[in-house]
């Protein structure tokens, strides 16, 4: 089973709420991904970072933001919830010299 | 820009009968790789082949081959001796090295097996 983790599984907030979702890794990969994956499972990049200080927006807009700190820490923020922001969020990482991405379990944002 | 298309929502398949899904992609890059992973309902997304697009040879894990044909832009999955654990949402995906590195993904193919 893949080393990555995110936190929390599951998360029910009010409209207006900020929070972060965390996601990390213990394999030491410099390459980090979040996908936005929503009803129709369609998976949507919306960050991604090649390493420490390093961060990309993606394909799809998104009003999140990350931060890359530390190689195994790739935190992403909504400063202010909208339900609209409902979705599963997908963590993913991968090294340099091996093209694998391993993906965490997600979490399940409801904006109420 | 990469993208990937995956022409079929949902396909079905008969315990112990082969399954073909589709993928096509695009990208200016001439070097990638393309991928196929799989998400079984509520759990993890997993890798289940991989292909270098340097590499003519299709790539084969166990009862996993695909088709590999780079003129046409095309990436299919074979799915041989289908078991029910087969069953899951199957994401073909593409990483282009050079440039963003981005890993795109297509819209998926929900695979159903019946017993």
């Known amino acids: 089973e893949a080393d990555i983790y995110q936190t929390p599984r599951y998360l029910v907030i009010g409209t207006g709420k900020k929070i972060t979702l965390e996601c990390s890794q213990t394999m030491g990969h410099d390459k980090m991904y979040w996908y936005q994956q929503d009803p129709g499972m369609e998976l949507h990049l919306i960050h991604y970072s090649y390493g420490v200080n390093s961060t990309e927006k993606g394909d799809l807009s998104s009003e999140s933001t990350v931060s890359r700190i530390r190689t195994e820490h790739f935190p992403l923020t909504l400063e202010s919830a909208r339900p609209s922001h409902t979705s599963q969020y997908l963590c993913?990482?991968?090294?340099?010299?091996?093209?694998?991405?391993?993906f965490g379990q997600g979490t399940r944002l409801t904006v109420v | 820009a990469q993208t990937v298309t995956q022409s079929q929502p949902e396909m079905s398949v008969q315990e112990a009968e082969t399954v073909t899904l589709s993928c096509t992609y695009d990208?200016?890059?001439?070097?990638?790789?393309l991928f196929w992973y799989k998400q079984p309902p509520s759990r993890q997304m997993i890798l289940v082949i991989r292909q270098e697009a340097y590499k003519q040879q299709n790539a084969t894990e166990n009862r996993f081959s695909v088709n590999f044909q780079k003129a046409a832009k095309s990436f299919s999955l074979k799915i041989s001796d289908s078991q029910l654990g087969d069953a899951a949402m199957y994401f073909c995906a593409c990483l282009s090295q050079g440039g963003s590195e981005k890993l795109v993904f297509g819209k998926g193919t929900k695979l159903t097996v019946n017993p």
């Open positions: 990208t200016s890059e001439s070097d990638y790789y």
């Open positions: 993913a990482s991968s090294a340099v010299s091996n093209t694998e991405a391993f």
